[in-house]
């Protein structure tokens, strides 16, 4: 071959590694995998970059079903049916993970004076927020509820993995809890798996790591959704180089009764939803399953004192 004819050739072989680099710069379709399931009651989708991206997916979802599997409060396998069931001053074994959740649970709990509290069950059990015609409880079965809610009805052994009650009627209920821990968990197995960027969608509990190979910056980009608003209409974009961007809303579970909106955040001091002037709670920080706790929490506590409680952990709010 003359060089006359190598020109050319080196000059098409440039211009096409650059377009291949480019291509794979602005996430190419080969190096990223996404997946959806119906998890935690919701819809969950996560998409992961690189190499291993599908085999990183589907252990990120074993772990999701997992933390479900044993946080799910109606199956009878699950840790929480058992500690609910459980009689009083009885021992109830529970898998490492439910420690872990329970463990940062009663840390919110305790640093947001109860309006952040798992033993709430004997009361959220009461709203039926999926029934064909919902409408709020009768008063005196709320005011029985709460005489079973309370921090002190709870013993976690983080040690010895046991749960014990103090009152055979108080339960908990991981609702607010357990999908913040999951998002931390599915990047973690990702990670584990060699994958550097990633993103999860537990249903507004978005956690993501790594550069975002869809975006110049590298910095990821969450919308937080108008409340109400049909999915995906967004005012304010979020934008990230990593890590959790929680909301907390009253339009993500709710029923309207004789003109007056019911949700699904509850005060546990009232047994009713926590009143508010906003309609949602956005919290952004290092940590999933921090935020999904503070986020429920600094609803219940309004404006100044959810703004002080997200900022002894360092976290940003957006009240909507
Ligand atoms: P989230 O969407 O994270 O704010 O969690 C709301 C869910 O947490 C509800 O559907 C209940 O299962 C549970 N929950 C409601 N109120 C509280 C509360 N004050 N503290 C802890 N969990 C709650
Ligand atoms: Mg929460």
New binding site residues.
Partial sequence: MNTKKIRPLILAVIVLTLALSLWHQSGGSESSYTDREFLFDTECTITAYGKNAEEAVKAAFERLEEVHSLTDMYSESSDVYRINTAAANESVEISPSTADILDT?LRI?EASDG????T??AV?KLWD?KSEAPKPPHESAVCEALSHVGLNNLILDSEKLTVTKTDSKTEI?????A??YAGDEALRVMKELGIEAAIADLG??VTCMGSNPKSKDGKWRVGIQVPFAPTGEYDDIVETSGGAI????TY??SFEYCGKLYH?????KTGFP?AADYSS?TVICDSSRLA??L???C??MGRENGNALAAQYGARIIFK
């Fill in positions: 649970a709990s309006a952040f509290d798992i709430v069950a959220t927020f209920d991981l609702g607010g809890a999908k913040g507004g509990n929680v909301t907390s809303g993500q579970r699904h955040i509850i005060d546990p926590a709670v999904d706790c986020a429920t929490a609803f219940v």
